[in-house]
């Protein structure tokens, strides 16, 4: 019954004891006896080593499991090996500190239901690096696993600040390439620069990389430049939100100007411009009539030149690519609306604008062809920083990289025998 209830493969329990941290269970290995390991020949008893395993909680008790293990010695003078104890990979791995049941279940309460290492070891009644060390044993043959990543239609980068190191706090980036497709986090690179990405490329497989058709990306230049070399055959695709979101700070900028122009100072309270700025921001067709008439007069009060309106319609107009149909009037419109904003009639913020309009035309008019979006990319971004935050920040980067994969990766679980459902 005991053997039963302890569930491991050929041992015998030999005694079951109360430790007041834990509940300890002696085990002894019912396997034959060995063959030299060196020469293949026979062997002789050496006496036993006590190994002390974290093991599964046991009806809410903390568990050790104590196995006696037999030390065996080769009696031929000529062979290497002189002493070696035995060892089972079903119980647990050599130099862990932990059985293997015990491990892959601490890496997917780390890995997938993302909880804190320190919290895992609490409920094990062990050491933190003992859980780190099973997590990312346990963990590399799934990350590695070739059919994780599987066929990749659309691909997006995005950086993501990994830590703040040193004396100054620098802050240290990495850059995650996600499967926008699927919402899956593929792989994190060490750096947000064009080469690191490129290195990362250069090492996938290449009828992976040919079969990746759309490319998604904010307004970076550093990651254009890494599908520019590394996926030329890829369509580029700028994402909406960071698009409109340039327009929003091209009208901030004009309004703070404007403001400092004609009053001398920042916004206050009781000034037009400033308290049209929320307005401004909110959709056109989502102010109702009253809200419409407010922004018009706060306009006319603050901005003698008509800049800020000016800046106001062009962000307006940049929303409006997206509700274009059809992707060849979207290239016409945002090429002309490129053209358009670099009027000398216009403030230089909205000219700089237009002129980054015209730069990523092809990428922005993209767009309209697929509807990929970088918005899986952020929700990946975050799932990793609630994996840094869980953890109260992460410093080292295998264990960065381990517990984001594992988080956001969508790893194959039953590969450690585990059942995600
Ligand atoms: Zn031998």
């Given amino acids: 019954m005991c053997e039963l209830l302890v569930g491991l493969p050929d041992v015998n329990v030999d ?15 019912r396997a034959s006896r060995p063959l030299c390991p060196g020469c293949a020949g026979r062997v002789w008893g ?17 568990t050790r499991l104590v196995w006696s293990k037999q030390r065996r010695r080769c009696p031929n003078p000529n062979c290497g090996v002189v002493t070696f104890v035995e060892s089972d990979d079903r119980i647990a791995t050599e130099r862990a500190g932990m ?27 062990c050491d933190w690096h003992t859980v780190m060390d099973a997590v990312n044993h346990h963990g590399r043959p799934l990350i590695d696993d070739p059919n994780r990543i599987g066929k990749t239609v659309a691909v997006g980068l995005d950086e993501v600040l990994f830590c703040r190191s040193g004396k100054f706090k620098r802050r240290c980036w990495s850059t995650q390439v996600v499967d926008v497709a699927r919402g899956q986090l593929l792989d ?26 759309w490319a998604t990306l904010d307004l970076s230049g550093s990651y254009r430049s890494v599908f ?12 909406p939100f960071h698009v409109v979101k340039l327009a929003n700070f091209v009208l901030d900028e004009v309004r703070r100007r404007v403001q400092n122009e004609t009053l001398g ?69 945002v090429s002309q609306l490129g053209i358009d904003l670099q009027d000398d009639s216009c403030p230089p ?73």
């Fill in 15 to 29: 005694g079951v004891g109360d430790w007041p941290g834990w509940l300890r269970i002696a085990i002894t290995s």
């Fill in 46 to 62: 050496h006496g036993r080593v006590e190994v002390e395993l974290v093991d599964l909680p046991c009806f809410g008790r903390r």
């Fill in 99 to 125: 059985t293997d049941r015990a491990g892959r279940w601490a890496t997917f309460q780390v890995g997938h239901h993302g909880r804190a290492v320190s919290e895992v070891a609490a409920d094990l009644g």
């Fill in 188 to 213: 994190i690179v060490p750096g947000r620069d064009a080469a690191s990405c490129c290195r990362w490329f250069a090492a996938q497989p290449d009828e992976w990389v040919d079969g990746i058709v």
């Fill in 228 to 239: 520019d070399t590394m996926l030329p055959h890829a369509i580029q695709i700028a994402d």
């Fill in 265 to 333: 100072h920042r916004g206050r309270k009781t000034d037009p411009l400033y308290r049209s700025r929320k307005l401004m921001t909110i959709a056109h067709e989502r102010l109702d009539d009253e809200s419409n008439l407010k922004l018009v007069g706060l306009l006319e009060a603050g901005d003698p030149r008509g800049e800020v309106r000016n800046a106001w319609h062009a962000k307006e107009v940049v929303r409006s690519i997206y509700a274009i149909d059809g992707p060849e009037t979207a290239v016409e419109f």
């Fill in 349 to 421: 913020e909205i000219r700089r604008l237009g002129r980054t309009i015209t730069k990523w035309r092809q990428q922005i008019a993209a767009w309209h062809q697929a509807r990929f979006t970088n918005g899986p990319t952020e929700a990946v971004n975050n799932l990793i920083k609630r994996v840094k935050r869980v953890a109260f920040g992460i410093t080292n980067w295998t264990n960065y990289r381990t517990r984001s994969l594992l988080y956001a990766g969508k790893p194959d679980w039953t590969i450690l025998g585990i059942n995600p459902r």
